[in-house]
């Protein structure tokens, strides 16, 4: 272990755009909500890395009923067991049948039901006509194999995934057809049982599908049991990194509680006055679902750093694996199989995360590779590198590859992926290192969205991003000043594929740097974009983006073979204000000056969902700072609205609406759609908000900035004229509404359904607050989800995942009770947006 007061949360800029940007000041301000989950001793663990221990912390208990169960021919029975005295949800269930005899095992079926009446067919159809004497079969999602249809099942112990090769299978006392297991339905364990109270009744139903043919004495012979695992909040003790076989409350190294804990469980670490890095003899391998989290910050960055010592990589997460880290620092690893920081091939989610300083060597994913699902949220990649002699490696800061675990798009939201490179050895050919900030493989679906990938440089293709034979949508994110050094495309580069596709929407691609190459390559494949800025001064003619198609809507350089269309404009000078990157919403932007052509020429359609009739995957709704994109003339062009009404706007009250404030909270709003250079100024006309004052911002020159603590409540009118060297003037409006919070705390919830207006059921919904912390809820059968407790007076971000829909986050100001907050699921199975993928 090794304690540091130092800040590692630290930029690096290059210096051209140092020069000419000044410094970039960004704060994204980390903490996390721990929901502590009650702890139950007394476990009887059945398949666990879990020691038998007299004082380890645990949350896994079996239960079971001896009695044997008789199996009649074309018939039906049941049996029970009684749970109790457990605490918290249901996090992991193991089903096992004790002892089953039977000479054909495809005509039975196991129907599980739960204590609250779920049901789930959990084994059906398989082990063909070949007999067993004396099987113990275990049922877990997290076992690596489907039982056979056709082949023996085995007698003795045998460990299988629940395995279902028939449909609409019915059994005595139930009624309908329940639900099912793949590879014949589609639900799992983890589905239907993940997150009830275990507490009560389950009961076990049998039924023989077939008449003859099970001989004498077919039955379970020793009954069946349940070992059911609860969520427990596991503390670190120890900075040691070794593993003591427990996970004690006297003694836990962060080992001990990834490896020991049980599924579903939170892993937290004690109070410190400054950063402390555990440093890794190894890996630590995740193959169950774990939270990993910090409340602290350190300088604005994480507290808790783990390091893999630049000889190991940090995490490994395995197909059963899903691990999600809140607020933790990834450093130093190093890997020769891909992933520096992380390798994930089952589910990986970060919250305000830093991964930084990972190396991958002749492989893919500096920092993460992931071929599972990836879910990424105010997170930065930073200085991460990918490095090959003669093998193809690509994803300096992040690669994106379609593993068997991979059943959503991979989600990047408010993320900035930084100065990450591709590196060579001496002898290494042109061609292979693609792709320094993200690379996208075959196969491989994401959606970035309210993201800044920066100043990456790559020493082949696709300097910010690399699409090979994947599919990319860009929403609200800027990719700006990177490289490629002997490649094409230093922003985007891509395989000349159909199968590489891009879908830009409300983004903006620039660089200030000179370079020989295209800024965006899409030559022979499928690239689209509407309402982008793809430009630059410092690029050849006719090479700034070489090939796509235009939806309209957008500012190009240069043209290359794209067609523009009408309503698209031809300008290497966008002018986007590079001289004052502005802080706000989770990411830096660039925001147009007052004269730029992006104001008011974007399609609208973007403002509305895919079931309202929009032309995006998503209602595009607010900018790369979450500003709203409906005031003004129009939709600006770009990532980033100019975020300020020209006087005589015919809105109802002329004025532009700033984020909510709360009488006794905290408030800092930087009002960016100034740029005062040289000799232009600024008139502060009216400004009387008690509590409150304006001026220059303190840490972004040119800027002005709102802060103080707001004491009355009501709606107030800011008045500025703005003075530019050209002696434009103009006057900008504002109104700040103040609001008092009626609760401490107050709920907020709504519904999530599907393009038909049905309810989700057994949805992820997660709200992440402007502090980084994070809770999450499921909906109930009929899509209702609902936050009990939420701080007022705070804005969050209200985030829906469920397998097969895409949904768009919101960004909400919680004053009072909210159950409106509905979510309207979009079908990712094909193409119901109208726009190509």
């Not at 042109?430 to 493989?441: H, P, S, T």
């Not at 990532?639 to 004025?655: M, T, V």
Request: a negative charge; aromatic letters at 8%.
């Amino acid at each position: 272990m090794r304690l540091s007061l130092d800040n590692p949360f630290m930029f690096k800029t290059a210096p051209g755009f140092r020069a000419r940007a000044g410094r970039l000041f960004l704060r994204l301000v980390l903490g996390v909500w721990l929901a502590a989950a009650a702890l139950t001793a007394g476990a009887q663990p059945e398949k666990t890395d879990r020691p038998a221990s007299a004082d380890a912390v645990t949350a896994i208990r079996a239960f079971n009923n001896t009695t044997p169960v008789n199996i009649p021919s074309s018939g039906g029975a049941a049996s029970a067991v009684t749970v109790s005295g457990m605490s918290g949800p249901v996090s992991r269930l193991t089903v096992t049948l004790n002892g089953v005899v039977h000479l054909t095992p495809a005509d039975l079926d196991f129907l599980l039901v739960g204590p609250h009446g779920e049901q789930l067919v959990i084994f059906s159809d398989a082990g063909g006509a070949f007999g067993l004497s004396d099987s113990v079969i275990r049922l877990s999602d997290y076992n690596p194999a489907l039982a056979p249809a056709n082949a023996s099942i085995g007698n003795g112990l045998v460990d299988y995934k629940p395995t279902n090769y028939g449909s609409f299978d019915t059994f005595t006392g139930i009624a309908g057809f329940p639900p099912e297991v793949g590879p014949g339905g589609f639900e799992t364990l983890s589905s239907v049982f993940d997150g009830i109270d275990p507490n009560g009744v389950w009961t076990l139903f049998v039924q023989d599908d077939t008449a003859g043919g099970n001989g004498a004495n077919s039955r379970l012979a020793r009954g069946w049991s349940l070992t059911i695992e609860t969520p427990e909040t596991v503390q670190v003790t120890t900075f040691a990194d070794r593993d003591d076989l427990a996970c004690t409350p006297q003694n836990c190294s962060l080992r001990d509680a990834v490896k020991y804990s049980s599924n579903g469980s939170t892993i937290v670490f004690p109070a410190s006055p400054g950063t402390i890095t555990y440093i890794l003899d190894s890996s630590l391998d995740v193959d169950k679902r774990l939270t990993i989290s910090d409340f602290g910050t350190v300088g604005g960055g994480p507290r808790i750093f783990v390091s893999g010592n630049g000889q190991n990589r940090v995490f490994n997460v395995a197909s059963t694996g899903d691990l999600t880290l809140n607020g933790i620092g990834v450093i130093s690893g190093r890997s020769f199989s891909g992933g520096g920081g992380v390798l994930s091939n089952g589910s990986l989610t970060l919250n305000s995360c830093l991964l930084r300083d990972n190396r991958a060597l002749n492989s893919h994913g500096g920092a993460i590779a992931s071929f599972g699902n990836l879910k990424m949220t105010t997170t930065t990649v930073l200085s991460n590198e990918v490095t090959a002699d003669f093998t193809p490696s690509q994803g300096g800061g992040i690669y994106l590859g379609k593993g068997p675990a991979a059943t959503r798009d991979a989600e990047i939201f408010g993320s900035i992926i930084q100065s990450n490179v591709t590196t060579p050895t001496a002898l290494t050919p042109r061609g292979i290192l693609n792709g320094a900030g993200l690379a996208v493989g075959p196969q491989a679906r994401a959606i970035v969205q309210n993201s800044w990938i920066s100043f990456n440089s790559a020493l082949d293709n696709g300097g910010g991003i690399y699409i090979d034979q994947g599919d990319l949508t860009l929403i609200d994110t800027s990719v700006i000043s990177n490289s490629a050094t002997f490649g094409r495309g230093t922003g985007i580069g891509s395989t000349p594929f159909a199968a590489t596709r891009l879908n830009s929407f409300n983004s903006t691609v620039l660089s200030d740097r000179s370079s020989l190459r295209c800024l965006v390559d899409g030559a022979g494949a499928s690239f689209t974009f509407l309402n982008t800025i793809v430009s630059s001064p410092n690029f050849p003619a006719n090479c700034t983006i070489d090939t796509g198609v235009s939806a309209g809507h957008n500012i190009f350089g240069a043209v290359g073979s794209l067609t523009p269309q009408p309503t698209d404009i031809v300008t290497t000078d966008p002018r986007i204000d590079f001289a004052s990157i502005r802080s706000g919403g989770f990411v830096p932007v660039l925001v147009p000056l007052w004269d730029s052509p992006a104001i008011d020429a974007g399609d609208p359609c973007v403002l509305s969902s895919p079931a309202a009739g929009g032309c995006a995957p998503v209602a595009i709704t607010t900018d790369a700072r979450l500003m709203p994109r409906s005031l003004g003339g129009g939709v600006d062009i770009g990532a980033a609205e100019f975020n300020f009404l020209p006087a005589g706007s015919l809105l109802p009250n002329h004025n532009r609406a700033l984020p909510t404030a709360a009488t006794g909270q905290s408030y800092r709003q930087q009002l960016s759609g100034f740029a005062l250079q040289g000799s232009s100024s600024y008139t502060v006309r009216q400004f009387n908000v008690p509590g409150l004052t304006i001026g220059d911002s303190p840490t972004a020159p040119g800027t002005l900035e709102i802060n103080g603590v707001p004491t009355t409540p009501g709606n107030y009118d800011i008045e500025i004229v703005f003075n530019n060297t050209a002696g434009f003037n103009t006057l900008i409006l504002y109104t700040l509404t103040v609001v008092t919070p009626t609760a401490a705390t107050v709920p907020a919830g709504g519904r999530v359904t599907d393009e038909n207006g049905r309810g989700v059921a057994g949805a992820i919904v997660t709200v992440t607050g402007a502090a980084g912390q994070n809770l999450s809820v499921r909906t109930n059968s009929f899509g209702v989800y609902r936050f009990e407790q939420l701080a007022a007076g705070e804005s969050y971000v209200f985030n829906v995942r469920s397998k097969g829909y895409g949904f768009a986050p919101q960004v909400v100001f919680l004053a009072d009770e909210r159950g409106d907050l509905d979510f309207t699921g979009v079908s990712i199975a094909g193409n119901r947006s109208g726009y190509q993928r």
